[in-house]
């Protein structure tokens, strides 16, 4: 079984927030803490998967969260064409997630059911729950179901050798990780089951959240997942574009070879 080249491709940065905006029960809570928003790439031989997809300047706007780059553009230095791409992983359908689905015009999605049900049941009833999913992209992942080109999933599921996702829950319903086998060993992609480093290491649940015991819970299978914290990558921290090495361009970094400098805490 050969590994996976993975790599991070930022495409947005919000400066404005503090540590309040993403640790609950934090002392420091008035803080500047900054947030970067990613894409990721799984890469094995001629085969290329993204792991979910960013929004779109129309999603920037309605939000008043400005993108640094189209996730397209973002994507190019790794000679990515949208319209080429066969496989989404969506680890949930969160606007900054799962905004870019129609990007992807020719993707088959994967994704958990639980997410789909989530999204589509009636949770959304909630201001609060919808707050963070835009009706648009759940029709967008639902268009692609009945084009028969969405794969659900219940928990734990192989998507290729040496890759698979593991449904955490907690920030949303059917929020999933994704682990991968590379080399430097196994390699999780936490997404939203930590949006921070700080997060799992300290246990500090992040505001946004469904089920506060599934968030917590998910932190330690983070951990049993990865074969080391330093390959747990969380899918907000600035620190990821700070401790591993550049790749392509500026804006991307390689996962796979692990980080070149000690991550804080790590």
Request: hydrophobic residues 40%; proline residues 7%; glycine residues 6%.
């Amino acid at each position: 079984m050969s590994d996976w080249e993975v790599y991070s491709v930022k495409y947005a940065d919000r400066n404005s927030r503090t540590r309040a905006d993403s640790f609950i029960f934090d002392d420091n809570h008035d803080a500047p803490h900054d947030m970067d928003y990613f894409i990721w790439v799984l890469r094995r031989g001629a085969e290329t998967i993204l792991v979910d997809t960013g929004y779109d300047t129309t999603e920037a706007k309605a939000r008043n969260r400005p993108i640094l780059m189209d996730p397209r553009d973002a994507l190019k230095p790794l000679g990515i064409i949208p319209e080429a791409v066969t496989d989404v992983i969506v680890t949930h359908l969160h606007y900054d997630h799962a905004g870019g689905l129609h990007m992807f015009p020719n993707a088959r999605l994967h994704l958990q059911s639980a997410e789909m049900a989530f999204a589509t049941g009636p949770c959304m009833c909630h201001d609060t729950l919808r707050a963070p999913f835009t009706a648009g992209h759940i029709c967008d992942a639902v268009k692609r179901l009945y084009a028969g080109k969405l794969c659900f999933y219940d928990g734990t599921a192989e998507i290729r050798d040496g890759l698979s996702v593991h449904c955490i829950g907690g920030h949303s319903r059917g929020l999933q990780c994704v682990r991968v086998k590379t080399q430097t060993g196994w390699l999780v992609l936490a997404s939203d089951a930590a949006h921070y480093y700080e997060n799992f290491l300290a246990e500090k649940p992040f505001p946004i959240v469904v089920d506060l015991q599934n968030m917590l819970d998910g932190f330690a299978t983070l951990k049993k997942l990865a074969s080391r914290p330093a390959l747990i990558i969380p899918g907000h921290d600035p620190l990821v574009a700070a401790h591993f090495p550049v790749a392509f361009a500026p804006h991307i970094q390689s996962l796979h070879t692990g980080p070149e400098s000690p991550i804080p805490g790590i």
